[in-house]
Nanobody, 115 residues
């Protein structure tokens, strides 16, 4: 099994930056890709960014040029650097491990951007 723990959320003013971290433990060899998703209040959970085992990245159009997903394999950690934050980025951000054995979600971390 895989366990994920997110951290780094908080309250920031518009235009500011935050870096989210997601530490994976357990059967990390089974992970094919890692992703960040977000869910605003009353809305569905949407993809923010994905990084594959090979290092390829995919971003939602709404965050391209502002957010960067990266990883540190030695620390089993995936990061989401968020710059130029907007109020509409306010949401609970979830880390997800994509596996053929079944996807695993973290518990989420709240990001609030004030105008």
């Amino acid at each position: 099994q895989v366990q994920l723990v997110e951290s780094g959320g908080g309250l920031v003013q518009a235009g500011g930056s935050l870096r989210l971290s997601c530490v994976a433990s357990g059967s990390i060899f089974s992970i094919n890709a890692m992703g960040w998703y977000r869910q605003a209040s009353g809305k569905q959970r949407d993809l923010v960014a994905i990084i594959t085992r090979g290092g390829s990245t995919i971003y939602a159009d709404s965050v391209k040029g502002r957010f960067t997903i990266s990883r540190d394999n030695a620390k089993s950690t995936v990061y989401l650097q968020m710059n130029s934050l907007k109020p509409e980025d306010t949401a609970v951000y979830y880390c997800k491990a994509l596996r053929s054995l079944g996807d695993v979600w973290g518990q989420g971390t709240q990001v609030t951007v004030s105008s």
